[in-house]
């Protein structure tokens, strides 16, 4: 029953936040040659904030959290594989991956029933990481998640998400910011490198077998 009045609250938070009249800041980030090679990685979950009721209700569940960023076979494709821990477990996914070009960085996420397309956005320091996203589920949502290459990172890099949230009009009650209070269960391992044709293989055969979770991170225990 909380869970239910959580769900509504946060479902009606959006309508009470103002957008901004401009957002200067608001852009996607312009890759250059070496942005592939500097996303290359592990980055900590630190913050996310969600129009979609249930990925805020996700959201608060988790304890801590990375990406682990790989290069495919292809130059211009990233796999991300995302590790969450939650409830005293390890969630793991690697259903998404990030295109990265000169003009711009683009995050495709294959989930049943979800097609999530992200962007990577300009920030003020290669030490953060990003990412807005779009998902359409009856209705567009908007979304945006910070990693950091640290646990913790600097109130200008904190205020500056803020800033990116408020713009897209996403108020303080739509953050949800990860605790990181116990134990980071899920332990890095080596992940074998895979070429684009056998990722987008593996994400088409998982839609099409695997029941889905109505999340953010569509994860799977390891």
């Not at 979950?45 to 249930?54: C, E, K, N, T, V």
């Not at 992200?118 to 290669?126: I, P, Q, T, V």
């Not at 992940?191 to 099409?208: E, G, V």
């Amino acid at each position: 029953m909380m869970l239910v009045c959580a769900a509504i609250v946060l479902s009606l938070a959006h309508l009470f936040c103002a957008m901004p009249l401009h957002c200067e800041l608001l852009r996607p980030q312009i890759p250059d040659n070496a942005t592939a090679s500097k996303l290359v990685g592990k980055w900590f979950y630190i913050a996310g904030a969600s129009q979609f009721p249930l990925h805020l209700l996700e959201m608060v569940l988790i304890d801590n959290g990375y990406l682990h960023v790989n290069p495919t076979g292809h130059e211009q494709e990233l796999l991300i594989t995302q590790h969450v821990t939650v409830g005293g477990k390890c969630l793991s996914s690697n259903l998404t991956y990030l295109e990265v070009s000169i003009n711009n960085a683009t995050l495709i996420k294959y989930a049943k029933n979800e097609h999530i397309v992200g962007k990577l956005m300009n920030s003020s320091s290669e030490d953060i990481f990003l990412i807005q996203y779009q998902m359409h589920q009856e209705k567009n949502y908007t979304g945006l998640y910070l990693y950091a290459r640290n646990q913790s990172v600097t109130e200008a890099q904190m205020e500056e998400f803020r800033d990116h949230a408020n713009c897209l009009g996403l108020c303080e009650e739509e953050i949800i910011y990860a605790p990181w209070q116990k134990k980071e269960l899920c332990q890095m391992t080596e992940t074998k490198q895979m070429t684009p044709q056998a990722q987008r293989f593996q994400l088409q055969s998982y839609n099409s077998s695997e029941p889905s979770t109505a999340g953010h991170l569509q994860q799977r225990p390891t």
